[in-house]
């Protein structure tokens, strides 16, 4: 069956960095968009960052534009979000996300997406 596996999630200090993978199996990965959604504790799960299957095509949320870096590595069936210059509004739980969606664009609305890791906590706190 489908498996996404979020790790390098934790505690960091304001204005520090964190990188978080997301290793996927049991799809082909590589025809697949990919996304990640964080929610923090009572708020709905918002849109963060997204790469098309292609890996031509990104986009970021308003929010983390310029501080996060989403990637993806098809050899590896990994996906990536590189985040620098984090801030205590970034505490969240992070899941990585697949959408089978083949268009030059990137989805933002999670109900599209298909597959679902099981989440990873990012505190941001001094």
């Known amino acids: 069956q489908v498996q996404l596996v979020e790790s390098g999630g934790g505690l960091v200090q304001p204005g520090g960095s964190l990188r978080l993978s997301c290793a996927a199996s049991?799809?082909?990965?590589?025809?697949?968009?990919v996304g990640w959604f964080r929610q923090a504790p009572g708020k709905e799960r918002e849109f963060v960052a997204g790469?098309?299957?292609?890996?031509?095509?990104?986009y970021y949320a308003d929010s983390v534009k310029g501080r996060f870096t989403i990637s993806r590595d098809n050899a590896k069936n990994t996906m990536y979000l590189q985040m620098n210059s984090l801030k205590p509004e970034d505490t969240a739980v992070y899941y990585c996300?697949?959408?089978?969606?083949?268009?030059?664009?990137?989805?933002?609305?999670?109900?599209?997406?298909?597959?679902w890791g099981q989440g990873t906590q990012v505190t941001v706190s001094s």
């Open positions: 996300a697949t959408d089978g969606f083949k268009g030059n664009w990137v989805r933002r609305g999670g109900s599209l997406y298909d597959y």
């Open positions: 049991g799809l082909t990965f590589s025809r697949f968009a």
């Open positions: 790469v098309t299957w292609s890996g031509r095509i990104t």
